[in-house]
């Protein structure tokens, strides 16, 4: 079946530093993938997506690649800042009625 | 702006009572989706709706049920809540059932059962 993982969370950098975020998946097909944010009390956010293989999606300085080889779509900024602190939800879909399949969420946490 | 509006933000129910949580919608988007998502893990998809045709997750539980009255509205019932049932949440849009197409959320409502 369809599933996506994660690296394990609480990640806490200082301000500045590089982040990656891991997140490799399993799908049939061409699944289409996305990085949500949630920040505390509230819903989601798209903060990227790739619809095809070797595709960059990027926002607010944030970074993905569609690797199709690797089966990843790892998550990177060059330079966190406090107000990225948050969980962030790597996720696919693949024509099954558009349901989005989460990874189990990362949760970010940049220090001053 | 456009956007998706879910009210209340917050409710407390006892265990067993009925409760119905609301949707609404400015995107005029075609599908409609409510996930499930307790503490600490990945939201979870209950149901969607594309227009009136109403898709249930197998592995959605009957005590969940949803409405979609109109376009712009969607609710969840949950007829006989738990203490397993208190989660976070969130109702979703798109436009298409693409798996290209975005889906949009709302604030979501956090359930609390008594």
């Known amino acids: 079946g369809n599933s996506v993982t994660q690296m394990e969370g609480p990640v806490t950098l200082s301000e500045e530093a590089f982040l990656t975020i891991n997140c490799t998946y399993t799908a049939t097909g061409y699944p289409s993938l996305f990085w949500y944010v949630q920040y505390p009390g509230e819903g989601l956010q798209l903060l990227l997506k790739a619809t095809k293989a070797d595709d960059k999606g990027s926002n607010k300085g944030f970074e993905a690649t569609y690797r199709k080889e690797t089966t990843s779509f790892h998550l990177e900024k060059g330079s966190v800042q406090v107000s990225d602190s948050a969980v962030y939800f790597c996720?696919?879909?693949?024509?099954?009625?558009?349901?989005?399949?989460f990874g189990q969420g990362t949760e970010l946490s940049v220090k001053p | 702006d456009a956007m998706v509006i879910q009210n209340p933000r917050y409710q407390v129910t006892q265990f067993g009572k009925p409760v119905t949580l609301s949707c609404s919608q400015t995107l005029n988007h075609n599908v409609m989706y409510w996930y499930q998502q307790k503490s600490s893990q990945a939201p979870k998809l209950l149901f969607h709706y594309y227009d009136k045709d109403f898709n249930n997750e197998a592995d959605t539980p009957d005590n969940f049920q949803s409405r979609r009255p109109n376009t712009s509205f969607c609710f969840l019932d949950i007829r006989s809540p738990g203490l397993g049932d208190a989660a976070m949440y969130l109702c979703a849009t798109s436009r298409l059932r693409t798996g290209t197409d975005t889906q949009y959320f709302g604030p979501g409502t956090r359930l609390t059962v008594l």
């Open positions: 996720a696919l879909t693949n024509n099954q009625g558009g349901k989005l399949i």
